[in-house]
C-alpha cells in the first residue's frame, strides 16, 4: 500500500499561506482578463487549462488511482462550481478584495460542516478564528449599508461554502491514498470537462439568439 510522506507542520502551514496569496492573485487577474474582454467563462477555464498542464507531467510519478475515479468526477463537479462562484461575482462589480475576503469565510463553513455533519468538536480557538472571519465580513460589506451588488456578495458567499467542501473532499481523497498531485490533476480534468460543457451550452444558446433576432 502507498504511504503519503509526512510533511512538517511548519512548512505545511507555509504552503497554505503562500497558496492563499496566489489565490489572492488568481482572482485579481480574473479582473484583469474580464476587463480585457474575456467572458466569464475564459477567465475560469484557461488557468485551470494551464495548470493541468504544468501538472500532467507529474503524473508519471504520482497517478491517480482508478477506484477513486467516480471522487475525481465529484471533485471536479465542485471544482467547476467553485470557479464560477469565484468569478461571476466580478461581473456583477464586485470589488476583488471584497471578493477574496467573503471567499475566504471557508473556514467557518467548514467548522459547521465538521461539526454538523461529521461530529467533530469545536474548540474555543475556533470560535474565536470564525467570529473574526465574520466580524471581517460585516465590516467590510456593511450589509446595513450595502453598496456591492446583493447578488454578488450571495454568489461570493457560495463559493465560500464550495471551497469548504473542495477541502473537506480533497482532504478525504488524500486519506483514501490519492497522491495531492494527482487529487488536483483529476479535480482539474473533470472541472475543465464540465466548464467546456457550460461553454458550449452557453453557445449554442448565444447563436440560437441571434438567429432569432435575424
Known amino acids: 500500500m502507498h504511504i503519503l510522506p509526512v510533511m512538517d507542520k511548519k512548512l505545511a502551514y507555509s ?3 503562500i497558496m492563499g496569496i496566489l ?3 488568481v482572482i485579481f487577474s480574473g479582473r484583469f482578463f474580464l476587463d480585457r474582454g474575456l467572458s466569464l467563462l475564459e477567465v475560469g477555464f484557461l488557468p485551470n487549462l494551464v495548470a493541468l498542464i504544468v501538472l500532467a507531467p507529474l503524473l508519471f ?3 491517480m488511482k482508478r ?3 467516480w471522487w475525481y468526477v465529484l471533485y471536479g463537479v465542485i471544482g467547476c462550481a467553485l470557479v464560477l462562484a469565484q468569478f461571476s461575482p466580478l461581473v456583477f462589480g464586485v470589488p476583488v478584495a471584497l471578493l477574496v475576503l467573503l471567499l475566504y469565510t471557508q473556514p467557518l463553513w467548514t467548522l459547521l460542516i465538521n ?3 461529521l461530529k467533530q468538536p469545536i474548540t474555543r480557538y475556533d470560535v474565536f478564528a470564525c467570529v ?3 466580524l471581517g465580513v460585516v465590516f467590510l460589506v456593511n450589509p446595513f449599508n450595502i453598496t456591492v451588488s446583493f447578488l454578488g456578495a450571495i454568489i461570493a458567499l457560495s463559493g465560500g461554502i ?3 467542501f473542495w477541502v473537506l473532499l480533497g482532504s478525504a481523497l488524500s486519506k483514501k491514498g490519492s497522491p495531492p498531485v494527482a487529487t488536483k490533476f483529476g479535480e482539474l480534468f473533470f472541472s475543465l470537462l464540465f466548464l467546456l460543457g457550460v461553454m458550449s451550452y452557453a453557445y449554442i444558446q448565444n447563436v440560437s439568439s441571434v ?3 435575424l
Open 15 to 17: 504552503y497554505i499561506v
Open 211 to 213: 438567429q432569432v433576432k
Open 61 to 63: 510519478w504520482m497517478p
Open 132 to 134: 473574526l472571519v465574520l
Open 67 to 69: 477506484k477513486l475515479l
Open 162 to 164: 464550495l471551497l469548504s
Open 23 to 25: 489565490s489572492g492573485f
Open 115 to 117: 461539526y454538523f455533519f
